[in-house]
């Protein structure tokens, strides 16, 4: 199995051992014994700094080459095979695992590579499966004593602030994905996005007028994509398929989460109750 990426050395690893990535994920060597021998640990370069310092782990056995995900953010994973459709591709959440496919398997880590400062790029990383079994490569272990070059903590990942305009607007913009309601979800019009958020919130941050609408769904766009993919910059496409892929992805990168959804429809259901009638 070899794993491979823009900047980063291709790592070869044969049966029986095990490959552990991320920002910084030398941390998480065992420090002794068979198991220290056989894994090895890379860092991928221009992580941004939200990204888990362990991502992943790929444990190569006899027959199988297996991924477990670490990092707090999702991870979705696509590869070609030999079956009906030709594909799969699916998201992996922390602590799930999944067999590789033989062939090639490719990892985007959403929002995970650092461009310049407060913008990021998707970040990719392709593991390659196959029958042959080549000598591992060599790897550096640490230099006792050596620093720690990444000693902070694992960053928060890029945001909105929560109750804000952008952050409702992103939640009534993806709402048809977190709740799942429908096997091909259509984007909210303006005129919805205003009547939740107001249904929500008792305030709507003059919403009604469509071009705050658009205006918010901008920033959300540059926010979830970031400069290179944001398809407002892009500059192409029907409108209401720009809005599609903004709601979808919104969703994924988890600008905002059903437990977010579950919370405001909460709040709204408690103002709306009644008060109760005085006892005699």
């Given at each position: 199995?070899?794993?491979?990426?823009?900047g980063?050395?291709?790592?070869?690893?044969g049966s029986?051992?095990?490959?552990?990535?991320g920002?910084?994920?030398?941390?998480?060597?065992?420090?002794?014994?068979e198991?220290a021998l056989?894994?090895?640990?890379?860092?991928?370069?221009?992580?941004a700094?939200?990204?888990s310092?362990l991502?992943?782990e790929?444990?190569?056995?006899?027959?199988?080459?297996?991924?477990?995900?670490?990092?707090?953010?999702?991870?979705?994973?696509?590869?070609?095979?030999?079956?009906?459709?030709?594909?799969?591709?699916?998201t992996?959440?922390?602590?799930m695992?999944?067999?590789l496919?033989?062939?090639?398997?490719?990892?985007?880590?959403?929002?995970?590579?650092?461009?310049?400062?407060?913008?990021?790029?998707?970040?990719?990383?392709?593991?390659?499966?196959?029958?042959?079994?080549?000598?591992?490569?060599?790897r550096?272990?640490?230099?006792?004593?050596?620093?720690?070059?990444?000693?902070?903590?694992t960053?928060?990942?890029?945001?909105?602030?929560?109750?804000?305009?952008?952050?409702?607007?992103?939640?009534?913009?993806?709402?048809?994905w977190?709740?799942?309601t429908d096997?091909?979800?259509?984007?909210?019009?303006?005129?919805?996005?205003?009547?939740?958020v107001?249904?929500?919130?008792?305030?709507?941050?003059?919403?009604?007028?469509?071009?705050r609408?658009?205006?918010?769904?901008?920033?959300?766009?540059?926010?979830a994509?970031?400069?290179?993919?944001?398809?407002?910059r892009a500059g192409?496409?029907?409108?209401?398929?720009?809005?599609?892929?903004?709601?979808?992805?919104?969703?994924?990168?988890?600008?905002?989460?059903?437990?977010?959804l579950?919370?405001?429809?909460?709040a709204?259901?408690a103002?709306?109750?009644?008060?109760?009638?005085?006892s005699?």
């Open positions: 199995m070899t794993l491979r990426g823009s980063l050395p291709t790592v070869t690893l029986g051992e095990t490959l552990l990535f920002r910084s994920p030398h941390t998480s060597l065992p420090e002794e014994g198991a056989r894994t090895t640990a890379i860092a991928l370069p221009r992580c700094p939200h990204v310092r991502l992943g790929l444990v190569v056995g006899e027959e199988i080459a297996r991924l477990r995900w670490h990092g707090s953010g999702e991870t979705q994973v696509s590869s070609l095979f030999d079956a009906p459709g030709g594909a799969r591709r699916v992996l959440a922390e602590g695992s999944l067999l496919d033989e062939g090639e398997n490719q990892l985007v880590v959403m929002r995970g590579r650092q461009t310049v400062a407060g913008t990021y790029d998707d970040l990719a990383i392709v593991v390659d499966v196959h029958a042959s079994t080549p000598d591992p490569a060599p550096r272990r640490p230099e006792e004593g050596e620093d720690d070059v990444d000693a902070t903590a960053a928060p990942a890029p945001h909105l602030p929560t109750q804000s305009r952008e952050w409702y607007v992103a939640l009534a913009l993806a709402e048809p977190l709740t799942g096997d091909y979800p259509r984007p909210p019009s303006n005129r919805e996005i205003y009547e939740r107001l249904g929500w919130h008792g305030y709507a941050w003059n919403l009604e007028r469509a071009q609408v658009d205006d918010a769904i901008r920033s959300i766009s540059s926010l994509f970031g400069p290179r993919d944001d398809p407002f192409s496409g029907r409108a209401q398929n720009v809005r599609f892929a903004i709601g979808r992805r919104t969703a994924e990168v988890r600008l905002v989460t059903v437990e977010d579950e919370r405001v429809e909460r709204a259901a103002r709306k109750v009644p008060p109760a009638a005085p005699s």
